[in-house]
């Protein structure tokens, strides 16, 4: 099955090199990083659309297979096994090569599980413009340390024209292995930044801020420093492809947030449901707990879920969020899953926090449905792999309609997440 992907991969890395041969006034950028590639490609087609036709991958189609698919604009095969299927696909691969209509710039999100795999990428891509989102644990029981994270993302910059880079999510110690003309986006010591005036009831007002040049206060509609950070990214984006700052300023009160990703949504009693649910990692579920301890709120719950794919490092890093779990700013943490229960928990009883904890998502849901959450502020954080949290965010909808905003909820993950629900635990 290795060398039957393997050779898809060439194949299809051969069609996507003849694309841009065909059109050599596409640019492609490509976007690349630990966490917040989806929110950072989000916001970047947002603020390229202002000016440019622009075309980019769908949903989390991002590996090596999917990701040649989405750049040539075609669909993949209905079965992956079926050769007659494939062929289909090399078929419409030829005619989009051939197509004389073309967007003028390309978004794709490359996405990778082990070493060894953005080489793979490097084969067949060389990005006008590379955004590197972060640096941060993923996929550890294949990575193993994070500086063989480090070297694997950041290696796009060895074959982009320009690189963008998150200054702040990016340790300096690893800024030396980005090649290449560079820009960095962030905090105060990087080239573009958003600067935060002051904080709204569902974001922010802020000013973006590029050399000496600084535009007019905007209304920025995310919430959290780490999303700031994200459309900051395609804010430069937009610069370094050739709109000026006012038109990038106007563009990025445009952004919402996408679906799973501190999204702000209504719930029962007049409570507000904080819906991160799309994934988790240390850095994102730290960054979201952050956000939740900034907000004015009478009461706030945070509803933690297992953090998948650490490898050996997956006890240290729940010990690690147990930490930063605050009884002063928490007057309950539920956690659902077993890797939460049993590192997490303990560590956030011990610093005083009250805890509950729950094997399955509905479980929590219906405890929180039951209870008076009145003016209280709830936080939803968790890996998606048998954990779902936004099936506990569900029956807390003060609009039962509001569930289409939420994640994963296309008929085949609806029955995917009954039966694992339905398994003993």
Same mark, same amino acid.
């Given at each position: 099955?290795?060398?039957?992907?393997?050779?898809?991969?060439?194949?299809?890395?051969?069609?996507? &090199?003849?694309?841009?041969?065909?059109?050599?006034?596409?640019?492609?950028?490509?976007?690349?990083?630990?966490?917040? %590639?989806?929110?950072?490609?989000?916001?970047?087609? $947002?603020?390229?659309?202002?000016?440019?036709?622009?075309?980019?991958?769908?949903?989390?189609? #991002?590996?090596?297979?999917?990701?040649?698919?989405?750049?040539?604009?075609?669909?993949?095969?209905?079965?992956?096994?079926?050769?007659?299927?494939?062929?289909?696909?090399?078929? !419409?691969?030829?005619?989009?090569?051939? #197509?004389?209509?073309?967007?003028?710039?390309?978004?794709?999100? +490359?996405?990778?599980? +082990?070493?060894?795999?953005?080489?793979?990428?490097?084969?067949?891509?060389?990005?006008?413009?590379?955004?590197?989102?972060?640096?941060?644990?993923?996929?550890?029981?294949?990575? &193993?340390?994070?500086?063989?994270?480090?070297?694997?993302?950041?290696?796009?910059?060895?074959?982009?024209?320009?690189?963008?880079? #998150?200054?702040?999510?990016?340790? &300096?110690?690893?800024?030396?292995?980005?090649?290449? %003309?560079?820009?960095?986006?962030?905090?105060?010591?990087?080239? *573009?930044?958003?600067?935060?005036? @002051? $904080?709204?009831?569902?974001?922010?007002?802020? $000013?973006?801020?590029?050399?000496?040049?600084?535009?007019?206060?905007?209304?920025?509609?995310?919430?959290?420093?780490?999303?700031?950070?994200?459309?900051?990214?395609?804010?430069? !984006?937009?610069?370094?492809?050739?709109?000026?700052?006012? @038109?990038?300023?106007?563009?990025?009160?445009?952004?919402?947030? *996408?679906?799973?990703?501190?999204?702000?949504?209504?719930?029962?009693?007049?409570?507000?449901?904080?819906?991160?649910?799309?994934?988790?990692?240390?850095?994102?579920? @730290?960054?979201?707990?952050?956000?939740?301890?900034?907000?004015?709120?009478?009461?706030?719950?945070? *509803?933690?879920?297992?953090?998948?794919?650490?490898?050996?490092?997956?006890?240290?890093?729940?010990?690690?969020?147990?930490?930063?779990?605050?009884?002063?700013?928490?007057?309950?943490?539920?956690?659902?899953?077993?890797?939460?229960?049993?590192?997490?928990?303990?560590?956030? @009883?011990? #610093?005083? +926090?009250?805890?509950?904890?729950?094997?399955?998502?509905?479980?929590?849901?219906?405890?929180?449905?039951?209870?008076?959450?009145?003016?209280?502020?709830?936080?939803?954080?968790?890996?998606?792999?048998?954990?779902?949290?936004?099936?506990?965010?569900?029956?807390?909808?003060?609009?039962?309609?509001?569930?289409? %905003?939420?994640?994963?909820?296309?008929?085949?993950?609806?029955?995917?997440?009954?039966?694992?629900?339905?398994?003993?635990?």
């Amino acid at each position: 099955m290795q060398l039957f992907k393997h050779l898809l991969e060439k194949i299809l890395g051969s069609y996507v &090199k003849k694309y841009f041969k065909s059109h050599s006034n596409v640019k492609l950028i490509a976007v690349v990083g630990s966490v917040g %590639k989806t929110s950072v490609k989000s916001a970047t087609t $947002t603020v390229l659309s202002e000016k440019f036709i622009v075309r980019h991958s769908r949903g989390n189609l #991002n590996t090596t297979l999917s990701a040649p698919l989405e750049i040539l604009g075609i669909d993949g095969p209905k079965n992956v096994k079926s050769p007659l299927d494939w062929l289909k696909v090399f078929s !419409a691969a030829r005619s989009s090569i051939k #197509n004389p209509q073309s967007p003028d710039i390309i978004i794709q999100e +490359c996405g990778i599980d +082990c070493p060894g795999e953005m080489a793979t990428f490097m084969r067949y891509i060389q990005p006008d413009i590379a955004i590197i989102t972060s640096v941060a644990p993923e996929h550890m029981e294949f990575f &193993k340390t994070i500086d063989v994270v480090a070297r694997e993302e950041l290696s796009i910059s060895q074959v982009a024209k320009k690189t963008i880079f #998150n200054f702040h999510d990016i340790d &300096k110690k690893y800024h030396s292995l980005i090649i290449g %003309k560079k820009i960095s986006y962030g905090d105060e010591s990087a080239d *573009v930044l958003l600067q935060i005036k @002051e $904080t709204t009831s569902d974001g922010y007002i802020a $000013t973006l801020r590029h050399n000496q040049e600084e535009s007019r206060n905007i209304n920025i509609s995310v919430l959290g420093k780490h999303n700031i950070r994200s459309i900051t990214g395609a804010a430069a !984006a937009g610069l370094a492809c050739g709109m000026n700052i006012d @038109e990038v300023a106007a563009a990025l009160t445009k952004i919402k947030p *996408v679906s799973g990703r501190m999204n702000i949504l209504r719930g029962t009693q007049g409570c507000t449901l904080l819906d991160d649910t799309y994934n988790a990692s240390p850095v994102a579920m @730290e960054n979201s707990l952050k956000t939740l301890y900034s907000l004015e709120a009478s009461r706030k719950i945070a *509803v933690l879920g297992d953090m998948n794919e650490l490898g050996d490092s997956s006890k240290l890093e729940h010990e690690k969020i147990g930490r930063l779990c605050d009884p002063k700013q928490l007057d309950l943490l539920i956690t659902v899953g077993k890797l939460a229960k049993k590192h997490l928990a303990p560590i956030a @009883e011990k #610093n005083g +926090c009250k805890v509950l904890s729950f094997d399955k998502s509905p479980e929590a849901g219906e405890f929180l449905k039951s209870k008076g959450i009145k003016d209280t502020t709830i936080l939803f954080k968790g890996s998606q792999g048998g954990i779902y949290l936004e099936e506990t965010i569900k029956p807390l909808l003060n609009n039962p309609a509001d569930s289409q %905003k939420l994640v994963r909820q296309s008929e085949t993950w609806l029955k995917k997440k009954q039966q694992f629900f339905d398994q003993p635990y």
